[in-house]
């Protein structure tokens, strides 16, 4: 039998070939064996997740990443992820390729993800579980939602306030708000087309100017809000 060790603990590659004597006669050498090769290979692999697009607008889509290993290569790389600051949890198995569709259906939904990747060579070598994430993304798939708050009946000023709320769940956050209205007069009528207010707001209330509408009359409102995204509420 025949052993090393590998002292300076670093990846190496050997070639080995025997030979051997009689056992009565150590002059009489056989001929050499075939060439034996042996790895010794005790140092991990590493792997990042790439760079991702922020907000991501979709259900499903791609992570990648990179990996390495110098001496008997990367055999898998596991893929973690966290939503909203919970626990890791492995996504699929093991791959061997360097990226998978990643699909919220399966994993909770809209929120803030937390990306990592773990690889392991040929030999068992595994790489150790990283402080932090590799990537951290936004996804939104969802438009937020609004709506105009209650009016008096009757205004004797030229400018109303209307107070609105305004939500995006654990989306992107709401970005701004438009204000819609329409009108017709006092006597009755046909009412307006719809017509977007002045400007875009991200407080509430909206003083709204009659003055630069149609003046006195019946005025409905309604509004549309906007996310990071940017998605937009139908």
Do not use: C, H, M
Request: cysteine-free; hydrophobic content about 25%; aromatic content about 12%.
């Amino acid at each position: 039998s025949l052993s090393t060790t590998n002292t300076a603990n670093t990846p190496k590659l050997s070639d080995w070939t025997v030979t051997s004597y009689e056992s009565t006669d150590t002059t009489v050498e056989s001929v050499w064996s075939n060439t034996v090769f042996s790895t010794q290979d005790a140092t991990a692999p590493t792997s990042s997740v790439s760079a991702l697009t922020t907000p991501q607008a979709t259900t499903s889509f791609t992570v990648s990443w990179s990996k390495a290993d110098a001496t008997s290569g990367v055999a898998t790389t596991r893929l973690y992820y966290s939503r909203e600051g919970g626990a890791y949890t492995e996504y699929g198995s093991g791959y061997t390729g360097t990226g998978t569709t990643f699909d919220i259906a399966t994993t909770g939904g809209d929120g803030t993800y937390d990306f990592y990747t773990r690889a392991a060579d040929g030999v068992g070598n595994t790489e150790a579980t990283p402080g932090t994430a590799d990537r951290t993304i936004e996804v939104d798939t969802t438009a937020p939602t609004s709506s105009a708050g209650t009016l008096d009946s009757y205004y004797t000023t030229i400018t109303i306030s209307v107070p609105y709320t305004s939500s995006d769940g654990i989306g992107t956050g709401v970005q701004n708000v438009n204000l819609w209205y329409r009108r017709r007069t006092l006597a009755g009528g046909t009412w307006s087309a719809w017509t977007q207010y002045v400007g875009s707001y991200t407080s509430s209330p909206i003083t709204f100017d009659t003055s630069l509408a149609y003046g006195n009359g019946v005025y409905e409102f309604y509004t549309r809000a906007t996310d990071g995204v940017p998605w937009t509420e139908a």
